[in-house]
């Protein structure tokens, strides 16, 4: 194999976690699910769907950044490693390993849950490029972060998508303290993010005319139904998706129209829902420069640079770790 996985989850370990979210998510109100169940193989294709709709901008324009800024940012750095946080496919991730300087040698460290993406995108790197190493870690990043591979030399870590908008504030913290630990002197982290903008244009990313992503929200019922033996109706439920401007997040969340009730066997749980009643499915916070700026100081990294395309609604954020041991009071 010209590449390598260390697997740091296991199936029994995963459907123990999954059930004790569940439990906690749906047997109290407000009732939710956390969104990483969203991705099993259906969920995954209909996410890649979304990333090409004309209303989901994310992508496409993150894309553009990277084309953008990628050669002079790994001409810059000249990293030894790439570490990604929650890579996929790594489809935006060959747009940097492209820009590299091919006699220069290059580890990419690859984090995500999902060990049959990763090994299919593994596959295509080494093909395309056989100078470059491959070191997978299949884990969650909010808990394996520490099994990342000492640092081969100068490295740059990646969390892209806008995907840390989908932590609440406290669970960023954490995870921005643990990706600190991963960073030396000269190390860079390049941290994609959302920007609040008009409420039409968020609102709209999240409610397609297609209806994919409506589809994509109610899977995540079928994913809890296969795992745990339940029996959620998923066409009973509205998909809703809106702008919590106090909070500075869009909430996507399932309705149910009338009154209902599901039963998850494996847990000997009843969930009895009432009509107008909802299960809180995901948060996708968005951002303002000052409030990037508070976050990572609170965790103690120093924002090192900012690109955002011409209308401002999508910023990539080059930060180091910052020079003083002591981190800032984290803002409230």
């Keep these: 194999m010209p590449y390598r996985i260390d697997t740091h989850v296991d199936p029994r370990a995963r459907r123990e976690t999954l059930a004790a979210d569940v439990r906690r998510g749906l047997g109290t109100r407000p009732r939710s699910l956390p969104p990483k169940y969203f991705y099993d193989a259906v969920g995954s294709r209909l996410f890649e769907e979304i990333t090409r709709l004309p209303e989901y901008y994310l992508t496409r324009v993150e894309a553009a950044l990277l084309d953008e800024w990628a050669p002079a940012l790994m001409r810059s750095l000249a990293p030894h490693d790439v570490v990604e ?3 996929g496919f790594s489809l935006k991730t060959r747009r940097l390993l492209a820009a ?3 006699a220069r040698p290059l580890r990419y460290l690859p984090v995500d849950v999902d060990e049959t993406t990763v090994a299919a995108a593994a596959d295509r790197l080494v093909s395309e490029d056989p100078s470059l190493e491959v070191h997978a870690v299949i884990g969650d990043f909010e808990r394996h972060l520490p099994h990342v591979p000492p640092a081969a030399g100068r490295r740059l870590v990646l969390f892209l998508g806008s995907t840390i908008g989908n932590l609440v504030p406290e669970a960023r913290h954490a995870l921005l303290e643990h990706i600190r630990a991963l ?3 000269g190390d860079r982290l390049l941290v994609g993010l959302d920007l609040v903008k008009d409420v039409r244009v968020l609102e709209a990313a999240y409610n397609d005319t297609a209806g994919v992503t409506a589809r994509f929200n109610r899977n995540i ?6 795992s745990l033996d339940a029996d959620f109706q998923p066409d009973a439920f509205r998909h809703h998706a809106w702008f ?5 997040r869009i909430e996507m969340h399932l309705v149910s129209d009338f009154a209902q009730t599901a039963r998850v066997r494996d847990l000997d749980l009843v969930v009895d829902l009432e009509p107008g009643e909802t299960i809180w499915t995901e948060s996708c916070y968005k951002f303002t420069r000052p409030a990037v700026d508070a976050m990572l100081q609170a965790a103690g990294l120093t924002l090192d640079d900012w690109h955002t395309d011409k209308a401002e609604r999508f910023a990539l954020v080059l930060a180091t770790r910052a020079t003083s041991a002591v981190t800032a009071v984290r803002a409230a």
């Design 85 to 87: 946080l929650g890579s």
């Design 100 to 102: 590299r300087e091919r």
């Design 183 to 185: 960073l030396g002197p």
């Design 221 to 226: 019922l079928n994913v809890v139904n296969r």
């Design 244 to 248: 919590n401007a106090a909070e500075s």
